[in-house]
């Protein structure tokens, strides 16, 4: 059996967090924070592909969660969700935050999980490229060693 996509949502209102994890359990592995500092100790200790957080949250926005985060965990893919339409808020989190897409509360079910879908699909094509990367730096390397050798000899 494939393993579910492994989803962080973060937002301040409970009742949003609830109704996420009712809708989206039976598709994802679904973690879910009330605040930006729960949602890091969660990426702490568990991998998470895809992260969805609101924009309108107190101490720390969505958008400043996600920056502070890229350098430590530069692969999930971001998800920014607001109710409210706050254009600086959209350009900030593509310019600032890295999302992969910005959504409007209230979500509609069907079309938030297949944003999720091809979110994953970027996620998996992220790490399947990191891997042949890495492929190729070892092939490269292991080259580089055998020329050596043959120049030596």
Do not use: C
């Not at 949502?9 to 729960?38: H, V």
């Not at 949250?57 to 530069?74: A, K, Q, R």
């Amino acid at each position: 059996m494939e393993e579910k996509i492994r989803i962080l949502y973060i937002d301040d209102e409970k009742n949003n967090l609830t109704a996420f994890k009712a809708t989206f359990r039976p598709y994802f592995k679904i973690f879910i924070a009330e605040s930006a500092e729960e949602g890091k100790k969660i990426l702490e200790t568990e991998k998470i592909e895809i992260i969805i957080t609101d924009q309108r949250m107190p101490v720390m926005t969505g958008v400043e969660f996600l920056s502070s985060i890229i350098d430590t965990y530069p692969d999930p893919i971001r998800i920014l969700l607001t109710g409210y339409s706050d254009l600086q808020a959209v350009i900030d989190a593509v310019n600032k935050g890295q999302i992969y897409q910005y959504i409007s509360k209230p979500w509609e079910e069907q079309h938030l999980k297949i944003v999720i879908e091809k979110a994953y699909e970027v996620y998996r094509l992220k790490m399947e490229n990191k891997e042949l990367v890495k492929s190729l730096l070892r092939a490269n390397q292991q080259l580089e060693f055998y020329l050596r050798q043959k120049l030596i000899s």
